[in-house]
């Protein structure tokens, strides 16, 4: 396969997942915000988007969920929003377009297409309910047409070091806000993992069981550990488990994060859960690296490919 048609599915995996999970982090905040007057504003907006890599707002301004909403949903221009990584996504799909499914290219071509009308005419939650749909849309697609070759490979390890880094990111927005976030329960309501959750611990639901299934949980697609052992896996089908250089391979560093939340206590994660989870987005970003210095060419980058935040 080329690097360059490697390079655009590792990014339309990417890119499609964060737009989801972007939506679902957005989604549970602004609700918080409409329902507790005693929340500052302010503090948990700036909070939001240090927790999201946005870039700080001016010290001494006050910020509302409308320059949330502005920065990272609706900014077509900034591939960190979901309206930008979106429009991303059909850009990289076009790019791939000779490989990837009509049905998968249609999808993305459509969401890219009806974007700017669902914006203008459908409220926060329905636009956000909406973003959801076409991501799950867009990633059957591709769980159902693509055969489980090297398309499906970058495809996947796009997607699971997204989700592994906008997981710890939905964990991470908890931790730092502490007792006026959003409740445990409502993280895995966001996620889609409630249910899961529940059958998994018989009905015994804590704070501290609910952060342990959304961050170890082997066999839920949207934990952190599961995530990381699927990019793993995608890496191994790629030939990285025979690697014996001296550099400093994917595989390595996401299997080295992945041990260190599996093999501690878990109560020694949630006392340091922030610094946990920046070590899990600091890992995925040195992983995504890694894997376009090996497998995408140097310097052939535009507007649409590689990481802008």
């Given at each position: 396969m080329l690097s360059?048609?490697?390079?655009?599915?590792?990014?339309?995996?990417?890119?499609?997942?964060r737009a989801d999970d972007t939506a679902r982090i957005l989604d549970v905040h602004l609700q918080l915000l409409l329902e507790d007057p005693w929340i500052s504003e302010d503090l948990a907006c700036r909070s939001l988007l240090a927790v999201m890599g946005a870039a700080p707002p001016p010290v001494g301004t006050l910020v509302a969920p409308s320059d949330v909403l502005d920065v990272l949903a609706y900014d077509r221009l900034n591939p960190g929003s979901i309206a930008g990584a979106l429009e991303a996504a059909r850009e990289n799909a076009r790019r791939a377009r000779e490989t990837i499914s009509t049905e998968l290219w249609e999808?993305?071509?459509?969401?890219?297409?009806e974007l700017g009308s669902v914006i203008g005419s459908r409220s926060t939650p329905e636009f956000f309910a909406?973003?959801?749909?076409?991501?799950?849309?867009?990633?059957?697609?591709?769980?159902?047409?693509?055969?489980?070759?090297?398309?499906w490979t970058f495809l996947v390890l796009g997607r699971s070091i997204e989700r592994a880094d906008m997981t710890a990111?939905?964990?991470?927005?908890?931790?730092?806000?502490?007792?006026?976030?959003?409740s445990w329960t409502t993280l895995l309501r966001s996620c889609g993992a409630y249910e899961a959750f529940l059958r998994a611990y018989r009905g015994n639901a804590s704070d501290a069981?609910?952060?342990?299934?959304?961050?170890?949980?082997?066999?839920?697609?949207?934990?952190?550990?599961?995530?990381l052992k699927q990019a793993e896996d995608c890496l191994l089908a790629l030939g990285e488990g025979s690697d014996r250089t001296g550099?400093?391979?994917?595989?390595?560093?996401?299997?080295?994060?992945?041990?260190?939340?599996?093999?501690?206590p878990v109560g020694q994660l949630l006392d340091n859960l922030p610094e946990e989870m920046e070590e899990v987005q600091r890992a995925c970003s040195t992983a995504s690296d890694a894997v376009g210095l090996r497998y995408f060419p140097s310097g052939l980058h535009d507007d649409w490919v590689g990481e802008r935040l």
């Open positions: 360059r048609i490697a390079e655009s599915l590792f990014w339309v995996g990417r890119y499609v997942e999808c993305l071509n459509t969401t890219r297409n909406w973003v959801r749909e076409r991501g799950a849309v867009a990633t059957g697609i591709a769980d159902s047409a693509t055969s489980r070759d090297q398309i990111r939905l964990v991470a927005t908890r931790a730092v806000a502490g007792t006026s976030g959003p069981l609910a952060a342990e299934f959304l961050l170890l949980d082997p066999h839920f697609p949207r934990s952190v550990v599961y995530a550099t400093e391979s994917a595989m390595r560093i996401l299997g080295r994060v992945r041990s260190g939340l599996e093999f501690r």
